[in-house]
């Protein structure tokens, strides 16, 4: 059974950092397609980064508005998934969901997430 448990969310100002990080059990992180995503009061859940399996050297990708702040990495050995996120703005502010997709996939944008944590939240202040 799959399982994902995120940590390292909390309150910040505007310009600060996070690192959220999430532990998987019951999957190889290091063989999936494993992604961020983000959900604020009201709005509906944004994807905000994937990144690929192993063998296709962890390929990352991101959504426009946190591009270049933000980065997704992975611990394949610990089987933990992170999100480094630097230059926080309000728009940020955020439920922060670590989410597994399909193994032996290189290309992980556009593919379907079929589990999620229970997530994490991220407040920021300007």
């Known amino acids: 059974q799959v399982h994902l448990v995120e940590s390292g969310g909390g309150s910040v100002q505007a310009g600060g950092s996070l690192r959220l990080s999430c532990e998987v059990s019951?999957?190889?992180?290091?063989?999936?397609?494993m992604g961020w995503f983000r959900q604020a009061p009201g709005k509906e859940r944004e994807k905000v980064a994937t990144?690929?399996?192993?063998?296709?050297?962890?390929?990352?990708m991101y959504a426009y508005s946190v591009s270049g702040r933000f980065t997704i990495s992975k611990d394949n050995a610990k089987n933990i998934l992170y999100l480094q996120m630097n230059t926080l703005e309000p728009e940020d502010a955020a439920m922060y969901y670590c989410?597994?997709?399909?193994?032996?996939?290189?290309?992980?944008?556009?593919?379907?997430?079929?589990?999620y944590g229970q997530g994490t939240r991220v407040t920021v202040s300007s």
């Open positions: 989410a597994a997709g399909p193994l032996g996939i290189d290309y992980c944008w556009f593919v379907d997430y079929d589990h």
């Open positions: 019951g999957y190889a992180a290091s063989s999936a397609c």
């Open positions: 990144i690929s399996r192993e063998v296709n050297n962890n390929k990352q």
